[in-house]
């Protein structure tokens, strides 16, 4: 169904109301990885893993998942397996059996993501944690983003600074960068963006319950394709029993997404 202009609404419909918006937002990270088959997940924070953990007990058996240091585990956390991060550099990323989940300072409407640095880079006003593994992920392997907060200060015109890198300068650097560049969803406290455009803009996909296309749009420096945007779905019973019981029963994703 399409999502309707206008304010935020009071509550969530009936057969959703005791769903959250964090629980909301795990079911959406564990969409990312819908149809991904044998690859490592490589979710960076809560929402993300929880959304990897869910995806692995429900849609997605063949996902790998990783500590991020030396182990391939189970959704419950036992060790199935050894996997040194050398490894993962060596042998996952350049062949681009990964799917990473990173977070954004800053993210632009070509997927352009900044998380080094705020102002100008030769004296920025803040320094974050510097580019990190973002070029080589965006250019390697399939990478999506997470951000709890949608503002204006993350969705912005430019990035100060490119560190993963989007489609328009993907494109510009050519068949290196481009080749196997695969920015492939965003998801927020508010909503799911993409970037399945002729142009490779970022467009809005869905709102999350309570949410309007209108509440995103007053948060985002861009302009967004808003031309075909659904609800985001709800976790089903068997789903919201598995996030409440087995991957956060002490219930650490409100702390990131409050209701």
Request: aromatic share 4%.
């Amino acid at each position: 169904m399409s999502a309707a202009h206008g304010s935020e609404s009071s509550d969530m419909s009936t057969e959703s109301s005791d769903v959250t918006r964090a629980e909301v937002a795990v079911t959406a990270c564990a969409e990312l990885f819908r149809d991904a088959g044998e690859v490592l997940a490589s979710p960076m924070g809560l929402i993300p893993s929880l959304g990897a953990k869910l995806a692995r007990l429900t849609f997605a058996p063949g996902l790998l998942l990783t500590d991020g240091e030396a182990s391939l585990l189970d959704a419950d956390g036992t060790v199935e397996g050894w996997q040194p991060f050398k490894k993962v550099l060596d042998i996952v990323v350049p062949h681009g059996k990964r799917h990473v989940v990173m977070g954004a300072n800053q993210i632009d409407r070509f997927g352009n993501q900044n998380i080094s640095a705020i102002g100008a880079h030769a004296r920025p006003d803040r320094q974050l944690l510097g580019v990190r593994g973002a070029p080589g992920n965006t250019v390697n392997h399939r990478t999506s983003y997470w951000t709890p907060k949608h503002s204006k200060r993350v969705f912005v015109d430019a990035v100060d600074v490119v560190s993963g890198v989007g489609y328009d300068n993907a494109r510009k650097a050519g068949p290196a960068a481009s080749r196997f560049h695969d920015v492939h969803q965003v998801v927020t406290n508010l909503a799911v963006l993409d970037f399945d455009t002729p142009d490779h803009s970022m467009r809005l996909v869905s709102v999350h319950p309570g949410v309007s296309i209108d509440d995103v749009l007053e948060r985002t420096s861009f302009p967004l394709d808003t031309s075909n945007v659904t609800e985001s779905r709800l976790p089903d019973a068997e789903e919201l029993r598995l996030i409440r019981e087995v991957v956060d029963p002490t219930s650490s994703r409100d702390k990131e997404v409050p209701s």
